[in-house]
C-alpha cells in the first residue's frame, strides 16, 4: 500500500507507491504494444470498476475509473487516483483536436475535481497530463489523471511565499503590458495571456494564466483555457512535431479554496531534454533556451 514519507533533511513529500511498480512500462519495458489497449471501448473490464461516465446515446464519450495501480492509497473507501478517459477515440492526438474536444477534456478536470475538493483529508487536488513516452506516458490512449493529494504540493507553497514577500502577485505583473513583460507573452484572448515564464525550467515551457488575479481556475470561463491551451499545443507541436509533454495545473489548494495568494495556471512543460545530474543534486535547473527565443517562435506559430 502507498504511504506518504517526507525527506528527513528537507522535508519533501515522497509517495513510496510500490503497486505502481506492477504498472506496464514502469520499468521502461514497451507499455501495452502487444495487448489490447485498456482504454477502448469494449474494453472496460479491464479497468477497475468505473466511477463516472459521460454518454453520446447508448456509446460512452468519456469515462473516468480509478488508476489500477495507484499512487494513493484510497482515502474511506474514495479512489485518490484517478483515470481521466476523455475519449473512446485512440488516435486522437490533443493538436488535431477542436476547441470542443478541448472543453470536453477540461470540463472532465473541472468535474472530477469538484468531487474531490470538499473530501475530508484533501489539503490539494492535481490534474496533470502525460503526452508520450518521455513524459511518462505509459497508455497511449489519450488520458489525464488526478491525484487528491492529503498535502499541500511544495511548489505551491513556495508561490504563495513568493507573493508574500513580493507583497504584490508575480504573475499579475508578468501578465501587465509593461514593456519588460510583453517580451515573453506569447499572445492573450478573451481575458487569459499565454507566456513564457522568466526564468523557465524548461525549453519552450509556456504557461496559460489568467490576466486578472484569480486564484481558483474553477471561476475561469472554460472555453477561453480550452482555446488557449489548445493554440499553445499546436503552436509548440509545429515547431517541435514530436515533443513529448506534460499538462499540469497549479491552482488553490482544496483546503483553501479562497486564498489570495496564489494565481493558477496551467503549465505546459515540453521534455525536449533531460532532467540530469545537475537537477537531481542540486534541486535547480538549467535551461539552454533563453525564454524570450521561446516565446518569439511561438508568437510566431500561435493561431489564436
Ligand atoms: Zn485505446
Ligand atoms: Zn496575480
Redesign the pocket.
Known sequence: MSRLVFHPLTSEPILVAPERSERPGAWGQSGTASEACPFCPGNEEETPPEISRHVDGTAWRSRVVPNKYPALAPVDGVPSHEVLIDTPDHHSPLESRDVAGWIDMIGLWRERVESHAARRGIESVLVFRNEGRAAGQSITHPHSQLLALPFVPPRLEQESRA?ASAGS?????A?ASSSDATRLVVGARDGIAILCPSAPRLPYETWIVPE???PDWRETKIEAMATAVRATVRALRARWPAAAFNLALATAPASEPKRGAL?WHLEILPRLTNIAGFELATGAWMNIVEPGRAAAELRALLAL
Not at 169 to 173: D, I, N
Open positions: 507573493f502577485c508575480p504573475l499579475c505583473a501578465t486578472s488575479h484569480e494565481h
